[in-house]
DNA sequence: CACGAGACCTGTTCGC
DNA sequence: TGCGAACAGGTCTCGT
């Protein structure tokens, strides 16, 4: 499930029930699922370490403790649930961290796509990510003039996560159709008033999602419901709520791509 | 540099 | 009903 919003909404729901925790111990229940350093490693160091703060950079979580800092990727399928101790593990979980308060924080992860990495040093994580779109970096000069340098389908260079941090495939289809930009159209190509455009809707598109706490979609649930409200993703067949045209579900990158053919011209 | 294909995984849905 | 294909919110690596 998780994008920019999804990612956002975890870290605003976990924050409270993890900081001033100490991680008594930890389960890794799929080995790969830790991308540095050894298991074993791992579990030694972890054990005892407080919680001082819980972030996001992009779409990581950045679990802060004393020494260290536990970033985690979920991927595609990935999610982060607390349960009461007394509530076992479930089927997909790959990763547990035992806590004080008589709680678990348990990685979920049906696709086992994620990755979990605890490190001294986040920025050798981080260090290639694009600007936060809802930070003060990000601006319609700093868009307009990086689309410029480069010459690259729109879509997938807003999936690119070096060059903005925290989209993916959902919002990138609504912040097209709400900037009535065509997915194929070239980054080069675009007007100063066409990158102010698509700036405003990245920031209000992602806005929305967090507001809305997030899309749900099929089995992984979390109370979001900005699913509700897609412009154009996951509608092909359904009416353009802005000009009524048929949505269209095209492949770009080899990713589902929804635009609307009236809104969205390619030219 | 830009782009497409394939890989990594499991589960659900769709067409025949 | 059964069964294979297509598809899924992400990212990495390789070849052209």
Not at 71 to 92: C, V, W, Y
Not at 142 to 151: D, G, P, Q, V
């Amino acid at each position: 499930m998780p994008e920019l919003p999804e990612v956002e909404t975890i870290v605003r729901g976990i924050r409270p029930e993890l900081i001033g925790n100490t991680i008594l111990s930890a389960d890794l229940l799929w080995a790969r699922a830790l991308a540095t350093p050894s298991a074993k490693q791992f579990k030694q160091q972890v054990q005892g370490q407080k919680v001082k703060d819980v972030t996001r950079r992009a779409k990581y979580l950045d679990i802060a403790l004393k020494d260290f800092h536990l970033l985690i990727h979920l991927r595609m399928s990935g999610d982060i649930i607390i349960r009461q101790s007394k509530t076992g593990p479930e089927k997909h979980d790959r990763l547990l961290l035992h806590l004080s308060n008589r709680k678990y924080l348990a990685f979920s992860d049906t696709r086992k796509f994620g990755r979990v990495w605890f490190t001294k040093d986040p920025g050798s994580v981080l260090a290639r990510l694009g600007p936060e779109p809802l930070e003060s970096g990000f601006t319609s000069k700093w868009l307009f003039e990086n689309l410029r340098k480069r010459k690259r389908q729109l879509k997938p260079l807003l999936l690119d996560q070096t060059f903005i941090a925290g989209l993916g495939n959902i919002y990138t289809d609504e912040c097209l159709h709400m900037a009535k930009l065509h997915p194929l159209a070239l980054s080069n190509d675009l007007s100063q008033k066409q990158a102010e455009a698509l700036c405003e809707a990245i920031q209000s598109v992602l806005k929305e999602g967090i507001r809305r706490n997030g899309a749900s979609i099929d089995w992984v649930y979390r109370g979001g419901d900005y699913q509700n409200y897609f412009r154009v993703y996951d509608r092909a067949g359904g009416a353009c709520l802005a000009c009524g045209t048929e949505i269209q579900r095209l492949t770009v990158g080899q990713r589902g791509t929804h635009v609307c053919p009236k809104c969205q011209r390619l030219r």
